[in-house]
C-alpha cells in the first residue's frame, strides 16, 4: 500500500504537469470561466426569487429537514433490524447504487438517502421557484443536474463501499492505474480531461471503421465525396445522396459490417454516395453555412450526376447535416431547381421552439461567448461540443467513467460508438455563428427569416415528399421538437418514430434489432394524440424507409461503379478527411 501510495502521488505529479502545461505554454483553452460564471448567476438568480419570500424560504427548508428526519427514523429502525423500507429510494434503472452495500450497510444507506433527498429538494426547489422565466428555469433545471450528478458519494473513495473493497483489495495498484490515465487523458486533451470512454488502441478508421468497399470521387475544400462500390447487380435508377452531421463523423452510419446503415443500403441495391466534411483549421474560418451549402451539397450534387448521369437524385440529412439540408431545400424551391426529389430527415431539427438542454448555451450572452472564443482561433474546439453532449446525460457519459476509470482503474470496454463519440471535431467560425444565431436563437427557419444569399427561406415552399424520423429518447433533437417542424414542410410529411435516442434510434440494423419504431402517417396535432393512435412495430425501421424511397422511383438499372466514366477515383473509402484529429 505505501509504495502504491508513493506511485500515486508520482502520477498526481504527472497529471498536474499534463494540467498546466498548455497554461504556462499561454495556450490554454478558455470558456470554462464563463459557463461557471453562469452557472453560479443562474443558481443565485433562482434563490433569490426565494429569498423574496423568507415564509416560503423557511417552509422549503422545512421539507428537507423533515426528509432527513424521516431518513435518520428508518436507518436507526433498520439497524435495530426492522424490515421497514428506507424512506427515500433510488430510481430502479439508477446503476450508481446497484452495490449490495448501499441497501445493506446502515452507514452508506444513509448517505445514499440524504443524498437523494437532498438532490429532488434541490430539483423541486426549481420547480417551484416563482417569477423565473422559462429559459431560465429551463437553465437551473440542466446546472442542478450537473451539481447533483457530480456530488453523488458514489463518485467518491471514501463514500463508494465497491471502491473501498477494490482499494483495500488491491492496495491502491487501482489508483495508480487511474492516476496514469488521467495524466495520459489530461495530456491528449491540451490540458483538459477528454474522457476516457472506449479503448482507443482497438480502433482504427478503415481499418475494424468505415470499412465499406468504396472510393472517393470528389474533393474540395470542405468535402470528399466517397461512392460505394455495388453488391448488386441492379440497382436503384436514382442515386442516394447522404448528408450527415460535421460535429463528429460520417461513419457512424459505417461503424461496422452488422451496424452499418450504409452497407446496407447499398446491399439492398441503392447507389450511395456520402459526404465526408474536412475537419477544419483557422483557414477555413470563414466557412458560411452557405459555403456549406453551396460546396457541399450542390457541388457533390454535381458530381453524382457526372458519375452517374442522373440529374435527380434522393437525400438523406442526419441531425445538424439535415437542418442544412433542409435550408438547401428551401432555396432550391426558391430557385426552382429539382435535383433533389425526396428527402430524410434523421432527428433533425428545422424548429427550435422545443430544441431540448443544448438550448441552454444557446442564450445571446452564451452565443457571444462562443463567438468571442471562436475569433481568437477561427473555428469552435471539438472538445466543447463533445463536452456539451456529454453534460446531456452525465449519469451515463461522464460520471461512470470517472469512477470506474480514474477510480477503480480498468481500461473501457472497446466499443466502437463511443469511439465515435470520442473522435470529435473542430466547427467553422462563421458556420458556426450562423446556425446557433439563427437556429437556436432566433429561430428563423420555420418563421421564414433566415436568409441564404439573399434568398429568404420559405420551407413551406418544399412539396417533394420527406420521411422525417425521430427517436423517442432523444436529448439532442427531442420527438417535439421534430414534430412540430414536421408541420413546416409544404409537402407530403411522413414521421415515424423509433425506440431510444439519437444514435442507438438511427442506428438499428434489421438483422440485430434492439428497438421498435411507430408510424401513424401525417404530422397533425400534438405529439402526445400522435403516439395515441399510433401502430408500434417491432424491429428496424430501416425495411420501412426502403419501400418508401423505392415507392417513390422503383425503376432499377445496371449496377454503377465508382465514378463511372467521367471522375478519376481519387483513393479509397473512407478517404482522408476522416482521419484528421481535433
Known amino acids: ?110 448517505l445514499k438517502q440524504a443524498y437523494l433527498a437532498t438532490s429532488r429538494w434541490a430539483e423541486s426547489m426549481v420547480e417551484e421557484a416563482e417569477g423565473i422565466d422559462e429559459p431560465t428555469r429551463q437553465k437551473a433545471r440542466f446546472y442542478v443536474k450537473q451539481v447533483s450528478s457530480a456530488l453523488s458519494p458514489s463518485n467518491f473513495l471514501t463514500t463508494n463501499p465497491e471502491l473501498i473493497r477494490e482499494t483495500m483489495r488491491e492496495s491502491g495498484a487501482n489508483l495508480v492505474r487511474g492516476m496514469q490515465m488521467l495524466a495520459e487523458d489530461i495530456e491528449a486533451g491540451g490540458g483538459e480531461l477528454k474522457i476516457r470512454q472506449s479503448d482507443p488502441t482497438r480502433f482504427k478508421v478503415g481499418v475494424n471503421l468505415a470499412t465499406t468497399p468504396g472510393k472517393v470521387v470528389f474533393r474540395n475544400e470542405l468535402i470528399e465525396l466517397i461512392q460505394y462500390s455495388p453488391m448488386t447487380d441492379e440497382v436503384l435508377e436514382r442515386p442516394l445522396l447522404i448528408v450527415p452531421p460535421w460535429i463528429n463523423k460520417f461513419y457512424i452510419l459505417d461503424l461496422n459490417e452488422q451496424k452499418s446503415f450504409i452497407r446496407w443500403a447499398v446491399s439492398q441495391g441503392l447507389t450511395v454516395f456520402c459526404i465526408s466534411w474536412v475537419n477544419p483549421d483557422e483557414r477555413l474560418a470563414q466557412k458560411s453555412f452557405e459555403h456549406y451549402m453551396r460546396e457541399g451539397i450542390f457541388e457533390a450534387l454535381g458530381a453524382i450526376e457526372k458519375a452517374t448521369g442522373q440529374k435527380q437524385v434522393t437525400a438523406i440529412g442526419y441531425c445538424v447535416g439535415g437542418t442544412l439540408l433542409s435550408v438547401a431545400l428551401g432555396y432550391m424551391a426558391a430557385r426552382g431547381d429539382d435535383r433533389i426529389t425526396s428527402a430524410t430527415l434523421f432527428t433533425t431539427q428545422v424548429d427550435f421552439t422545443h430544441a431540448g438542454d443544448l438550448k441552454i448555451f444557446a442564450d445571446e450572452a452564451g452565443v457571444r461567448a462562443v463567438e468571442e472564443s471562436m475569433e481568437a482561433r477561427g473555428y469552435l474546439e471539438g472538445s466543447r461540443m463533445a463536452a456539451a453532449f456529454n453534460m446531456l446525460r452525465p449519469n451515463d457519459l461522464i460520471w461512470p467513467y470517472i469512477v470506474n476509470v480514474y477510480l477503480k482503474g480498468q481500461a473501457p470496454f472497446p466499443f466502437d460508438l463511443l469511439y465515435w463519440n470520442s473522435d470529435s471535431t473542430r466547427m467553422p467560425a462563421a458556420n458556426h455563428s450562423f446556425y446557433l444565431r439563427n437556429c437556436y436563437l432566433e429561430n428563423n427557419l420555420t418563421q421564414g427569416r433566415m436568409e441564404i444569399a439573399g434568398i429568404r427561406i420559405d420551407l413551406g415552399k418544399v412539396a417533394i415528399p420527406i420521411f422525417n424520423l425521430a427517436t423517442r429518447e432523444d436529448h439532442i433533437a427531442p420527438a417535439r421538437s421534430v414534430f412540430v417542424g414536421s408541420k413546416s414542410f409544404g409537402g407530403p410529411v411522413e414521421y415515424v418514430l423509433a425506440g431510444s435516442g439519437h444514435i442507438a434510434g438511427v442506428v438499428n440494423p434489421p438483422a440485430k434489432p434492439k428497438y421498435q419504431y411507430w408510424t401513424n402517417g401525417p404530422v397533425e396535432g400534438e405529439l402526445e394524440d400522435w403516439i395515441a393512435k399510433a401502430t408500434e412495430h417491432p424491429g428496424s425501421w430501416w425495411p420501412y424507409w426502403l419501400s418508401w424511397i423505392e415507392a417513390q422511383a422503383p425503376k432499377r438499372v445496371k449496377a454503377r461503379e465508382p465514378g463511372g466514366r467521367k471522375l478519376e477515383p481519387i483513393c479509397d473509402a473512407p478517404g482522408t478527411y476522416v482521419l484528421e484529429k481535433a
Open 1 to 110: 500500500m505505501s509504495r502504491n501510495m508513493a506511485r500515486l502521488v508520482e502520477e498526481y505529479g504527472k497529471a498536474t504537469a499534463a494540467y498546466l502545461k498548455p497554461i504556462e505554454e499561454r495556450r490554454a483553452k478558455t470558456g470554462m470561466a464563463d459557463e461557471m460564471s453562469d452557472m453560479v448567476k443562474t443558481l443565485v438568480h433562482v434563490t433569490e426569487r426565494w429569498l423574496i419570500d423568507p415564509q416560503k424560504a423557511i417552509e422549503a427548508q422545512a421539507r428537507l429537514g423533515k426528509s432527513f428526519l424521516e431518513i435518520w427514523a428508518t436507518s436507526l429502525r433498520r439497524m435495530q433490524g426492522d424490515g421497514v423500507a428506507p424512506a427515500i429510494a433510488p430510481d430502479p434503472k439508477d446503476s450508481r447504487f446497484a452495490d449490495p452495500d448501499w441497501d445493506d450497510n446502515a452507514y452508506f444507506d444513509f
